[in-house]
């Protein structure tokens, strides 16, 4: 229902304004309104606002905007308090709107100062303004503490009670904290101060009037409103997505104040612009965090003044609740205005300007309301809940207090619209009226009288003068005691001793006239030294005062230093931190890669080292290997001298024989062999040495020598050569146990001794699993291989090797043999054709090449092995 009939009062044209000479009462102030321009950004911008007047702006709607096009808005005129132009200063500002704020907290008024207008027209400037022009803000805190500077009561003296007043406590007490406060800050110092906006104490200038015999302390607190949430930015602790809520409560006063919000007490203008950049800094985090922009938020920072009267001594502060005096002052920075369908804004945004207009509107609908309860009879409700922070000014409005409010403008035509929404709403808050602040005199009202600090100062300041040990040396003045002298003797007249009396009391009193004149004169010497004392004193001061004047400006400089080097300090050791972190991460990374290159050598090394113990096992394998050829070889030398010997012996028989047959027969064409071998050519048998030649069995016959035969050729003479006779076994193609012969194909059957021969071998067709050759019985691999060579000739091949198991738990063969047994045709070449069959037997090693034939070698030739070993 509110809301709707908050709508409805925008959309109706403002009330008329009364007319403002016979406006305000006297117990009432109107809400000052100041318009201040920026300046235009390009030269190319064309400005719609015109200061006519030091107090009226022309606003004149250009082409471009839509009340031009929709209402046919004319030029209008609009009054303010002040108007300032954009080349106005930061100081000239502040010296106009703000320092009679400041005076009068100084004096325990309430004041509100709002900057309020379109997004980029400069409220943030005016309020915070920019490191060396700075804006209200840091001035304002700046002239407080230089005027509260020597009357500032120690820290914790003034305590917040949590519910918007303050408790007093006693000196040793707030000392007490101060101790507790020191040791928490040297174990955890923090900086957030900005040296920038720190002003020269020389540009500042003090507020005059302040109560002299009253003691001083300033608390700030610095709160966000966004999207009509209260924030607290001065709260310890880390930025999180559910920053807490703050709520608005009243007080027992009926003031309206932000439940549970940090407050600070500030000594020095430097602790508050520290505190002021901690609540920016979690504000600009906060932002971070939550997605949001800092000028979509209304920031309040306030600083409350705690005044209380000294005691009658001029001493210690009054020990009494009732006689504190708090004003505070409530520094503004309005969100900006903005109609959201000019920033086509959407989502989170849109949420967010909708928020900020509505809370613009209320502060609007208020002020409306106010105005007409103000005028009229009719008093209506003001919605000041309606919105966060109508709520919590409140009291402003309602009770006593000072308001300001600054419009900025931008002057450019595109603002048009905005700034004229902007200006209506200022014309309107300059007809609202505020009860005037009244100053109560507490310390008047309960019999103390003024100047008791000063006195209290000059008394202690004697007091010490007179124990320092200087002050032995001094000339104390004891001379005249300033009494007229003894009292008046009897005046009681009896007529006998009348006239003595009366002479007595005349001399008594001539005396005493002469007393009085001495007196006068020892009086008038006295005032004169006092008063040269005093001029010299005076002088002193003065010289003093300067002294500590200079000092002071040395001091302030110096700890500006020393907080610019602090920050140096923290920047150089959070730069240092994550070198050495990424230094130890850079160590980590380099000895993790030297670690893997160790396992990597070690694991190289094992391999050259089994490599080598390979290497060694099958050098001293084919040593073996070749000597045993080589005995072999010897043995067949012998073997071959001593069946030679024997053919040569039985031919010689053989021709004695002969010749005692021919000289038998008288034969003369009877031919005798040569050789043993053309007689087993001629008989076409095959013997062994010392045996009898016989046929070979049929199934011992190749292919070849299958061949049909016939009695005519030379060939046929022969019955088939017995080519796979079992007693001419040729050598094992390997011994020994652990041997897999692997045979992927099925072998030909050759049918001749040149078939392979490994003895004591698991034979496989398929390795199915590495378990095949992976185990404890297996330690020798060979592969068969058959297939044709170029001549059409089977050739069958053995590929020999060594398993190694792997680390991985598998097997590898590091094959170092290769034998190659194969038949030649006996009709296929003159030149290789020999009786019946040719076989031929190569082998190709690892190690050596050598050549030479190996047994089984009949003594007709009938086979013919080779092995070549290579390198
Ligand atoms: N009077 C001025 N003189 C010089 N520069 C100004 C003045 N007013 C504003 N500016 C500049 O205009 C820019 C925008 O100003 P500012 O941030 O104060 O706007 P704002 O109204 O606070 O905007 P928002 O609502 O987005 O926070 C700033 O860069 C500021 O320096």
Redesign the pocket.
């Known amino acids: 229902m509110k809301s709707a009939k908050s709508k409805q009062r925008l959309n109706e044209m403002r009330t008329p304004a009364r007319s403002k000479q016979n406006l305000y009462t006297g117990d009432r102030d109107p809400v000052h309104v100041y318009c201040?321009?920026?300046?235009m950004?390009k030269d190319t911008d064309i400005a719609c606002m015109k200061i006519i007047s030091p107090t009226t702006v022309l606003l004149t709607p250009p082409s471009s905007s839509i009340n031009y096009r929709n209402e046919n808005v004319k030029t209008m005129e609009y009054t303010f308090k002040e108007v300032f132009p954009?080349e106005?200063s930061q100081q000239e500002v502040f010296d106009k709107v703000a320092l009679p704020i400041v005076e009068g907290l100084i004096k325990g008024k309430n004041g509100l100062l709002f900057?309020y207008?379109?997004?980029?027209?400069?409220?943030?400037?005016?309020?915070?303004g920019?490191p060396q022009n700075c804006g209200i803000l840091p001035r304002a805190l700046n002239i407080i503490f230089k005027t509260i500077n020597d009357f500032q009561a120690h820290k914790y003296v003034f305590k917040p009670d949590k519910m918007n007043m303050f408790d007093i406590q006693t000196e040793a007490e707030a000392m007490l904290e101060r101790q507790q406060e020191l040791h928490k800050l040297k174990s955890n110092r923090k900086n957030n101060s900005n040296p920038d906006l720190a002003m020269s104490s020389t540009d500042i200038t003090k507020v005059e009037g302040i109560n002299e015999d009253n003691q001083y302390a300033v608390f700030v607190t610095y709160v966000e409103i966004y999207n009509n949430s209260v924030f607290d930015l001065l709260e310890d602790g880390p930025i999180s997505k559910n920053l807490p809520v703050k709520l608005i409560r009243e007080d027992a006063a009926h003031n309206m104040y932000v439940h549970g919000v940090t407050e600070i007490e500030i000594k020095s203008a430097e602790e508050a612009f520290e505190a002021f950049y901690l609540g920016l800094k979690r504000k600009r985090m906060a932002h971070t965090t939550l997605n949001a922009?800092?000028?979509?938020s209304h920031s309040v920072f306030t600083i409350r003044l705690v005044q209380a009267p000294v005691d009658e001594i001029g001493e210690a502060v009054i020990q009494n609740k009732k006689f504190l005096s708090i004003s505070q002052l409530s520094l503004v920075?309005?969100?900006?205005s903005e109609r959201t369908n000019r920033t086509k804004n959407t989502g989170q945004r849109l949420r967010e300007a909708g928020n900020i207009n509505k809370s613009l509107m209320t502060l609007r609908t208020c002020l409306e309301i106010l105005r007409e309860n103000q005028t009229g009879d009719m008093k209506s409700m003001v919605p000041y809940r309606e919105s966060k922070i109508t709520h919590l000014f409140k009291n402003f409005f309602e009770g006593e207090g000072q308001v300001r409010m600054i419009v900025?403008a931008?002057p450019r035509a595109e603002d048009y619209d905005e700034t004229l929404q902007v200006m209506r709403f200022a014309e309107m808050a300059s007809e609202v009226e505020v009860t005037k602040p009244q100053i109560h005199n507490v310390a008047a009202s309960i019999g103390l009288m003024s100047g008791r600090r000063k006195a209290n100062r000059l008394f202690t300041t004697a007091r010490d003068n007179i124990i320092r040990p200087e002050a032995k040396d001094l000339e104390l003045d004891l001379g005249l005691v300033y009494s007229l002298g003894p009292d008046f003797p009897s005046l009681e007249l009896n007529s006998s001793q009348a006239s003595h009396i009366i002479k007595e009391l005349m001399a008594h009193l001539e005396m005493r006239l002469s007393r009085r004149e001495a007196l006068k004169r020892s009086k008038a010497l006295k005032d004169e030294r006092l008063r040269s004392a005093l001029l010299e004193m005076e002088k002193d001061s003065l010289e003093v005062r300067s002294e500590n004047a200079s000092l002071r400006g040395q001091l302030a400089a110096a700890e500006r230093r020393v907080r610019a080097l602090e920050e140096r300090l923290t920047a150089t050791e959070n730069a240092s931190l994550t070198h050495q972190r990424k230094l130890a991460e850079l160590t980590e990374y380099s000895s993790s890669l030297k670690r893997e290159l160790q396992e990597k050598e070690l694991l190289l090394n094992q391999n050259k080292l089994e490599k080598e113990k390979q290497k060694k096992i099958l050098e001293r394998k084919y040593n073996h290997k070749i000597a045993a050829e080589h005995e072999k070889a010897k043995e067949i030398h012998t073997e071959k001298e001593r069946l030679k010997n024997a053919i040569e012996e039985k031919e010689n028989r053989l021709r004695i024989i002969a010749e005692a047959l021919h000289l038998d027969r008288g034969d003369n064409d009877i031919v005798i062999p040569k050789s043993m071998g053309d007689v087993a050519a001629q008989t076409g048998r095959d013997f062994t040495p010392g045996s009898t030649p016989r046929a070979l069995p049929a199934h011992l016959l190749t292919p070849f020598s299958s061949v049909p035969q016939t009695r005519d050729t030379p060939a046929s003479s022969r019955r088939g050569v017995a080519v796979a006779n079992p007693r001419h076994k040729r050598s094992l193609s390997a011994d020994g146990r652990g041997w897999v012969e692997h045979a992927p194909n099925k072998l030909v059957p050759m049918g001749t001794v040149m078939k392979p021969n490994i003895s004591h071998s698991k034979v496989v067709n398929k390795l199915k699993s590495v378990k095949d050759i992976a185990n404890s019985k297996t330690s020798k691999y060979c592969l068969i291989s058959q297939e044709q060579d170029t001549d059409g000739e089977l050739e069958t091949k053995l590929y020999k090797g060594d398993i190694v198991p792997t680390c991985g738990g598998g097997a590898q063969v590091i094959f170092n043999d290769v034998e190659m047994l194969k038949q030649f045709s006996p009709n296929r070449d003159s030149q290789t054709r020999i009786s019946g069959t040719g076989t031929s037997c190569a082998r190709h090693s690892g190690k050596r090449r050598d050549t030479g034939c190996s047994p089984p070698q009949t003594p007709s030739n009938t086979s013919k092995k080779q092995r070549v070993d290579d390198d």
Do not use: H
């Open positions: 201040r321009l920026r300046p950004q954009p106005t900057t207008g379109v997004t980029g027209s400069g409220k943030t400037f005016t309020m915070t920019e922009e800092s000028s979509r920075d309005l969100a900006g900025c931008n």
